[in-house]
């Protein structure tokens, strides 16, 4: 199967996004790390979960991370997620810089691209250019597990962390430190662009203000 998606969203630059089968011998070429795959069987271990590569979200989602920028001297970086049901997932947003690659092993991934929505299977990908507005969810009763890359590595991996560690509330301060450390790449869609920009960059000064004094 081969299917092209063509986002026609303003933020997507009228990029043509490709809807491809999951290449099962490229993937055996790259050989994802040890124990990916394993997190939709259910929870980890207690010991496993100390591991500091599986990464346990407040909305639901579990992480187990393959590849980090350090591995691949900052060329990619490769998780396995699984998605509860009925995650609402994150808002549409773009990355100036990044390219994403979301690969479906099992479940179904509700995916938009640009103005573009579908649904994608096992053995389906969909790889998301810099500059596009993107956004997914998981809208079944089941969870869903997928296999996502991020190249060049960029704020994917702090974002988890901070994530994964701030418990209900969402680390704003944080985020928006994060953001600013690699040149504002995440931009929300819907927010113009200018103020967003100059929002972020006065939560990031507010955060170094906070961290001194803690």
């Known amino acids: ?116 929505s579908r649904e994608l299977g096992p053995g389906e990908s969909v790889t998301v250019p810099p500059g596009t507005v993107h956004a997914f969810s998981n809208p079944a009763d089941t969870p869903v597990r997928l296999i996502t890359r991020e190249t060049p590595a960029g704020q994917l991996e702090p974002q988890f962390r901070a994530l994964a560690s701030a418990g209900r509330l969402p680390p704003l301060l944080s985020m928006a430190q994060i953001n600013v450390d690699h040149d504002l790449s995440f931009v929300l869609h819907g927010v113009p662009e200018v103020p967003q920009r100059l929002l972020w960059q006065a939560l990031a000064a507010l955060n170094r203000f906070r961290s001194r004094f803690s």
């Open 1 to 116: 199967m081969h299917e092209v998606l063509v986002g026609d969203d303003p933020d997507s630059c009228g990029v043509e996004v490709e809807l491809e089968d999951l290449d099962r011998s490229s993937q055996s070429r790259e050989g994802p790390a040890q124990g990916v795959g394993e997190l939709a069987k259910g929870d980890p271990p207690e010991d496993v979960m100390t591991n500091d590569r599986v990464l346990r979200l407040p909305t639901g989602e579990m992480i187990r991370i393959a590849r980090t920028g350090d591995d691949s001297g900052g060329a990619v970086f490769e998780f396995e997620a699984v998605l509860p049901p009925r995650l609402t997932g994150p808002p549409a947003h773009k990355h100036r810089t990044e390219t994403e690659t979301f690969e479906v092993v099992e479940g179904t991934l509700r995916v938009r691209v640009g103005q573009d």
